[in-house]
């Protein structure tokens, strides 16, 4: 069975722009959830989808955004790019039937911000 | 949120016995995963406990779970050069799939 799978792997972009990075979960898999790590603050929930909905949140501002199509596929969205944005964006599937939830990681999206 | 804390470091000798603690603070029913990360790679479950257990073994790796001091530790038997990794403690609420995680713990094996 294919892993998670994280494009692009690596993008470099400018503050002020927009970006977006996808994330195709392992097949069979209903819930992604999105992680930002950096060396300060170490790995931070930013949200999950399960069926196309958001179904949890953390603390991020407004400028971070995300979507899960009907295939499960999720997108998430950054508006507005600051220097601290720069972060490896972790994406993590799970099947979701009952606990505890297993989340399979992808290799990351190491975005830089210039 | 729930607050998990861990070392930054340790080193060990190849074939000693490695002990990476987490203290967590929430006081419901929650799960306990520890996750392995190498470098450029993501996260790699290696085992999970419940908070209502003492203890897993699970081959090399033994988790030992201390619910009146929120405390749990990841021992790691006959570590091998390979272990060498960041390795991240995580909380989950039971029922919850939001997971919070620990700064990590980076081993590093000396041969």
């Known amino acids: 069975k294919a892993g998670v799978t994280q494009t692009p792997r690596y993008l470099i972009k400018t503050r002020g722009q927009q970006v977006t990075l996808s994330c195709s979960p392992i097949s069979g898999h209903r819930s992604v959830s999105w992680y930002q790590q950096t060396p300060g603050q170490g790995l931070q929930f930013l949200f999950e989808y399960f069926s196309e909905t958001q179904r949890n949140k953390g603390n991020f501002p407004g400028r971070f955004s995300g979507r899960q199509f009907s295939n499960s596929r999720s997108e998430m969205n950054v508006s507005t790019l600051e220097l601290g944005d720069s972060a490896l964006y972790l994406c993590a599937s799970s099947q979701d039937r009952g606990t505890p939830y297993e989340q399979y990681f992808g290799p990351g999206t190491r975005l830089t911000v210039t | 949120g729930e607050d998990v804390e861990q070392s930054l470091f340790l080193s060990v000798r190849e074939g000693d016995s490695s002990v990476i603690n987490c203290t967590y603070t929430?006081?419901?029913?929650?799960?306990l995963y520890w996750y392995k990360q190498e470098p450029g790679a993501g996260l790699q479950l290696l085992t999970y406990i419940f908070s209502n257990m003492d203890m897993k073994q699970d081959q090399r790796l033994t988790v030992l779970l201390n619910k009146k001091d929120k405390h749990l530790s990841l021992r790691i038997a006959d570590t091998q050069t390979g272990d060498s990794a960041i390795y991240f403690c995580a909380e989950s609420p039971y029922n919850f799939n939001k997971f919070y995680f620990g700064s990590g713990t980076k081993l590093n094996v000396k041969p």
């Open positions: 929430d006081s419901s029913s929650t799960y």
